[in-house]
């Protein structure tokens, strides 16, 4: 089975500034799909940005972008100028099979402060 | 375009009650469609997936059941409800796109169970 780890359960940065959200995972497969998803106080969620693990090129997405390393299992995401509406729970997320089941790492709640 | 109704938004049930929360998609056919729960300062946990109507696919052993009488509703039912079913519960729908690109789930926006 695989497994999504996120070992920051809290973050904060600065208005403006750059912060970079860890995530690993497990599997044996070799094509997937990973995702960043946001859950902001209204507990919505919105996806950030996806990346397919065939294609090398790292997905960017306006302010926020990954640095996918297949390798390593690796998929971290980085928000530059960061905004008070990033103020959020970010959970990433990892998703192979037909059934398109998706296993979600535990989340890092990110606070962006004025 | 696709939209994906969850209601209702908050619902407070005492022990033992039943429960049903419902979920409908618009503007898409035949949708994969899934049931997670998300407990106080954690991540989501699938509890069931459907790919059809009738066909439900459990994830977890549970005091929750899902039913897919429609194409496009989904619905998550229990007979008695218990203290440990309280939490934040989502239903989203898998989109492949236009594509054939996968683009990851839609989700609803949420009910929030208390169980008292």
């Known amino acids: 089975a695989q497994t999504v780890t996120q070992s920051q359960p809290e973050m904060s940065v600065q208005e403006a500034e750059t912060v970079t959200l860890s995530c690993t995972y497990d599997t044996s497969e070799n094509n997937y799909y990973l995702f960043w998803y946001k859950q902001p106080p209204s507990r919505q969620m919105i996806l950030v940005i996806r990346?397919?693990?065939?294609?090398?090129q790292n997905a960017t997405e306006n302010r926020f972008s990954v640095n996918f390393q297949k390798a390593a299992k690796s998929f971290s995401l980085k928000i530059s100028d960061s905004q008070l509406g990033d103020t959020a729970m970010y959970f990433c997320a990892f998703m192979k099979g037909s059934y398109q089941k998706v296993t979600f790492g535990t989340g890092t709640k990110l606070q962006v402060i004025p | 375009s696709q939209t994906i109704h969850q209601w209702p938004a908050t619902l407070v049930q005492p022990v033992g009650s039943p429960l049903s929360l419902e979920c409908t998609v618009e503007?898409?056919?035949?949708?994969?469609l899934y049931w997670y729960r998300q407990a106080a300062g954690r991540g989501l946990q699938l509890l069931f997936y459907?790919?059809?109507?009738?066909?439900i696919s459990s994830e977890v052993p549970q005091n929750l059941s899902a039913s897919r009488p429609q194409d496009r509703q989904f619905i998550l039912s229990s007979k008695k409800l218990l203290l440990s079913d309280s939490g934040f519960y989502l239903c989203?729908?898998?989109?492949?796109?236009?594509?054939?690109?996968?683009?990851?789930?839609?989700f609803g926006s949420g009910t929030r169970l208390t169980v008292v």
């Open positions: 459907s790919v059809g109507i009738g066909q």
């Open positions: 990346q397919e693990a065939y294609k090398q």
């Open positions: 503007g898409t056919s035949n949708p994969n």
């Open positions: 989203a729908w898998s989109d492949w796109g236009t594509t054939k690109s996968y683009y990851g789930y839609t």
